[in-house]
Nanobody, 124 residues
Framework: QVQVVESGGGLVQAGGSLRLSCVASGRTFSSYAMGWFRQAPGKEREFVAAISVSGSRTYYTDSVKGRFTISRDNAKNTVYLQMSRLKPEDTAVYYC?????????????????WGQGTQVTVSS
């Protein structure tokens, strides 16, 4: 069993930055791909970014490319989402997920373990 815990959310003005962190318990963290998803009020959960097991491959949804960066530190069992030039439309609950994913990183059901989410609010 893997436990996933996100942190780092908060309130920020448009144009600002935040860094989300996600710690996944267990010795097998380095064997899981990690993903970030988000869900805005009244909307479905959507893919934001993902990173492969080794960290050599990263994936982003188009709306965050060039603004968000996903990275991982396997020694710390942690994955990060650095968010810059935030927009009000980035407001959502952000979820971290872990799974044995090798293709279709944007597909949520491929991730077996999910955190409780952290709120990100961007004011205009």
């Amino acid at each position: 069993q893997v436990q996933v815990v996100e942190s780092g959310g908060g309130l920020v003005q448009a144009g600002g930055s935040l860094r989300l962190s996600c710690v996944a318990s267990g010795r097998t963290f380095s064997s899981y791909a990690m993903g970030w998803f988000r869900q805005a009020p009244g909307k479905e959960r959507e893919f934001v970014a993902a990173i492969s097991v080794s960290g050599s491959r990263t994936y982003y949804t188009d709306s965050v490319k060039g603004r968000f960066t996903i990275s991982r530190d396997n020694a710390k069992n942690t994955v990060y989402l650095q968010m810059s030039r935030l927009k009000p439309e980035d407001t959502a609950v952000y979820y971290c997920a872990a799974g044995n994913v090798y293709i279709d990183y944007e597909v949520s059901y491929k991730y077996a373990y999910w955190g409780q989410g952290t709120q990100v609010t961007v004011s205009s």
